[in-house]
């Protein structure tokens, strides 16, 4: 009997530094560690629960970690995704290339539509674009009254060469009529 106790007294003892050991490595993460000594110990008293649930517990973390891990590379990859659209959109927008810039801000922000910077640059662009149509609607209606004028003070010259008086006041006077700010015709029609 003594010796049964012996036995028993030292299984305890084994089976108690074994999770003392897992519960130590378990706090410190070190889960390879925790896993072997929770086995030991579930193998030395195999009714015993707590290494059991203890080992139950190591595959969950290692599951969180796994996922963790996962969503950190999908996250970098985002972002590295992310910062390329940015970069090129970027380098368009540096060339006045609006639809690319355009394409690639658009892909940026549906790649991190929480991101301001991209819409920023879409609406820069917009406002780009805007100004340059009425910037360039401006230069063809000024081209258009700079040849309308132009046709004029042809034809009052050319008047003005016939002696046609009449018809020379009246083109000189309709194309000053245009260009308010132009001399020539106030001029020719001083003669």
């Keep these: 009997k003594a010796e049964e106790e012996r036995l028993a007294n030292e299984l305890q003892?084994?089976?108690?530094?074994?999770?003392a050991a897992a519960d130590a490595a378990f706090k410190g993460a070190d889960y390879n560690t925790a896993e072997t000594r929770y086995t030991e110990a579930s193998g030395?008293?195999?009714?015993?629960k707590y290494p059991k649930d203890q080992?139950?517990?190591?595959?969950?973390?290692?599951?969180?970690?796994?996922?963790?891990?996962?969503?950190?590379?999908?996250?970098?990859e985002l972002d590295a995704k992310y910062q390329a659209a940015i970069?090129?959109?970027?380098?368009?927008?540096g060339k006045e290339g609006w639809d690319e810039a355009t394409t690639k801000y658009t892909e940026a922000s549906g790649l991190k539509p929480t991101e301001k910077y991209p819409k920023d640059q879409l609406a820069a662009i917009a406002a780009r674009k805007a100004a340059a149509e009425k910037a360039a609607a401006e230069a063809a209606?000024?081209?258009?009254?700079?040849?309308?004028y132009a046709a004029m003070i042809a034809a009052a010259d050319?008047?003005?060469?016939?002696?046609?008086?009449?018809?020379?006041?009246a083109k000189y006077t309709e194309a000053s009529g245009v260009k308010p700010?132009?001399?020539?015709?106030?001029?020719?029609?001083?003669l």
């Excluded at 003892?13 to 999770?19: F, G, P, V």
């Excluded at 050319?158 to 006041?169: L, P, S």
């Design 13 to 19: 003892e084994k089976y108690q530094a074994a999770i």
């Design 87 to 93: 970069a090129a959109g970027d380098a368009a927008f």
């Design 181 to 190: 700010t132009e001399k020539y015709p106030k001029d020719q029609l001083a």
């Design 158 to 169: 050319e008047a003005f060469g016939k002696e046609d008086w009449d018809k020379a006041t």
């Design 44 to 48: 030395l008293k195999p009714d015993e």
């Design 55 to 76: 080992l139950a517990a190591i595959a969950k973390k290692r599951e969180e970690l796994a996922k963790k891990e996962e969503e950190e590379q999908k996250a970098k």
């Design 141 to 148: 209606k000024q081209k258009e009254l700079d040849e309308k």
